[in-house]
DNA sequence: CCCTGTGAAACAATTCACAGCA
DNA sequence: TGCTGTGAATTGTTTCACAGGG
């Protein structure tokens, strides 16, 4: 998506699989939950275990880190938590702008999980002016007019936009060019950015039309099967819309693991059935 | 989620993939959008330039789901809309409950998406007994203690848990006990479910590690490591593999789970040597 | 022709299974 | 002996490229 062809051929031991590079931070929580415990050494079958994930995964993905462990022993877990942080890019201060300051935004800039390990909130941006000066968070809320310069002066390269969908692309445009170069975007829309600004989202309703399609199958297991072969036409679908729900069933379900996020629907829309 | 083995019976044509699963939201906002512009049909190579991925890619999504396009022309918006929605089990009405009615909590309860589409705020609940009766959303927010009554009186299927992590695994088993089958979590912890219990992990902080992760590499590149061409540190891995990495780039996206729980902060992490 | 639909190729991620070191 | 590290096999996803209908 958003970023095209930035790293050259480089790349040595640099070939982290962005599948494990999305995991790591699952590892790190583990981690330092065990790290608190005063665990001193653990094995990649319990951190697996802590983590969510299978140990042969596990151990695939550190061994792209480098050969951290001691066989017969496991992982020492001071030494991963840092060799981890400083993978991820988490040793040093990541100032973070937060433009939004709606009830997302206030949210966010409330989260626990963002102020620590690394990530500095430098800046709350609304642009209603009746929102700034409003302290969120025990942060002073300031106006977007001023989201040039707080960029800026803070050396921020991580943006985070909270806003309403029709407003995310003008702040990403004002962010960019500003120097931000990482996004995260909560609006539900699909951002468009220059080559090298890497954007993730995060969209709420995604993530839940996601589990209905997986819901929807477990209760309509009665459904015929379709013949055999492959049936080309299925012009005229019958609007079947009366499934009835019911609790319990199990059909084999388990999530894989996250998926993209994204976009978000605004009006509403009619089931409407062309000819 | 010790035990994985889910895979369904894959049915003749309903062998959609998951990530072509993930993407239907997508497609369908954008789609939604155009109807709302009254625009009667699209190209693959249109429609995909607006959900952000490439026509190839979309097509064959499409295809999964049958032969809904007509050569030369493209597709029939309004039907697509239809189709799309219904195999995402959006034609039918979701009530979902959520559960934790903090900052988070408050911001999906309002969210616009979360509405539309065929989900219905069916009830917030929340263990603090001075939120009880207060108005979230234009919804009165009820106590825990009502959890399961809700649940089987509304015919809940799917679950939001934004509460604290220590909260969400107490939470979950509840939800699940209940009868609820399908859960997005947001609070930064794994849960544990059993099978044929979905759960999809949204977590705010492991974006932005992702994001520092990416961000990192960016400022590394210009400044130390690209003059020689080499990277530093990498203690004791053998290259072995060249990765050549061609042009492509950008993380696709793939979330990951909850993470970060803690809320003071260790402090920057010494340099703990093992060995 | 134009644009969809789809086999086949290329690529990526996951899982297996076991060699080998502490 | 126990557990890591990793080639090899497997499974899943994306991209290519073109046949074929409108």
Redesign the pocket.
Known sequence: MATGRNHRPATRSRGI????V??LPLYLRALTALSERSVP???????AAAAG?????L??????L??????????DVEYLVYQISRELGLTQDWPVVIVGIGNLGAALANYGGFASRGFRVASLIDADPAMTGKVVAGIGVEHTDRLERIIEDNGVSIGVIATPAGAAQQVCDRLVAAGVTSILNFAPTVLSVPEGVDVRKVDLSIELQILAFHEQRKSGELEAGEAAG?D?AAPAAPPAVSVTRRGAADAGGEA??GN?SEAGPDGDVPAVMPA
């Open positions: 699989p962005e599948a494990t999305a995991r050494t653990v094995s990649s079958e319990e951190l994930v299978n140990s042969a995964k151990r695939k993905d550190f061994s792209y480098g050969s951290y462990g001691t066989r017969g022993v496991g992982y492959q080309t894989g693991a993209d």
